[in-house]
């Protein structure tokens, strides 16, 4: 079993559309969790940095940690054709030991 | 402000070369890492340095060496390339909270 599963997608949203893109792990002792996006051919950006259950927002995005499900959300608000890119989780207990999901794709269409 | 920067961006090698590749950070950063990204497998540690001095096997260490030569710079050695190591590395370097920075990354194909 993988440490995080994320669906890879691809997800093609219109413009405007609300997204959610999740990510599941098996360590309950993670205490890590983490968004990244990543532009085509670019290096991973981090967008959200939590340590705690719960929500945290910052502008249209909104991430969400449940630690009894061991199940992670993004979500993006009014989602703009920029914020097509692949999304990251990365999950774990340290930067020295942070598993990151495989990636969804989203795209936003005009 | 460059934060982090990689050298090459490309590389073709032949199975069995040798080659460098290059990361310096400009953030006061005592920890680096070296990750390969592949399709399907997500990021993947190679090797970490937690400060200048000091380095540690990540996931995949098999096939690479590093070289923390400073505090600014961090760079990973493969010995004898083969075809398994076509992928696209990052270095990155890690924030007092904690968050990654990372590189444009570096694509590399080993024939």
């Known amino acids: 079993q993988k440490e995080v599963e994320q669906d890879p997608g691809p997800l093609s949203v219109p413009e405007g559309a609300i997204v959610s893109l999740n990510c599941t792990y098996s360590?309950?002792?993670?205490?890590?969790f983490m968004w990244y996006r990543q532009y085509s051919r670019k290096g991973p950006e981090l967008l959200m940095y939590?340590?705690?259950?719960g929500n945290k927002e910052d502008g249209r995005f909104t991430a969400q940690v449940d630690k009894s499900s061991k199940y992670i959300s993004l979500f993006i608000r009014d989602s703009q054709p920029s914020d097509s890119a692949t999304y990251l989780c990365?999950?774990?207990?340290?930067?020295?030991?942070?598993?990151f999901g495989t990636g969804t794709r989203l795209t936003v269409i005009p | 402000n460059a934060g982090v920067t990689q050298t090459p961006k490309f590389q073709v090698l032949k199975t069995g070369q040798s080659m460098t590749l290059q990361c310096a950070q400009d953030?006061?950063?005592?920890?680096m890492y070296w990750y390969r990204q592949d399709p399907g497998m997500g990021l993947r540690l190679i090797y970490y340095?937690?400060?200048?001095?000091?380095?540690d096997k990540g996931e995949v260490p098999n096939g690479y060496n590093v070289s923390r030569l400073n505090k600014r710079e961090f760079s990973l050695r493969l010995e004898s390339a083969a075809p398994s190591q076509t992928s696209v590395y990052f270095c990155?370097?890690?924030?007092?909270?904690?968050?990654?920075?990372f590189g444009e990354g570096s694509r590399l194909t080993v024939l």
């Open positions: 990155a370097s890690r924030g007092n909270t904690g968050e990654l920075f």
């Open positions: 360590n309950s002792a993670f205490q890590y």
């Open positions: 939590t340590y705690s259950s």
């Open positions: 990365a999950i774990g207990w340290g930067a020295n030991n942070l598993f």
């Open positions: 953030m006061n950063h005592n920890s």
């Open positions: 340095s937690a400060s200048e001095g000091t380095t």
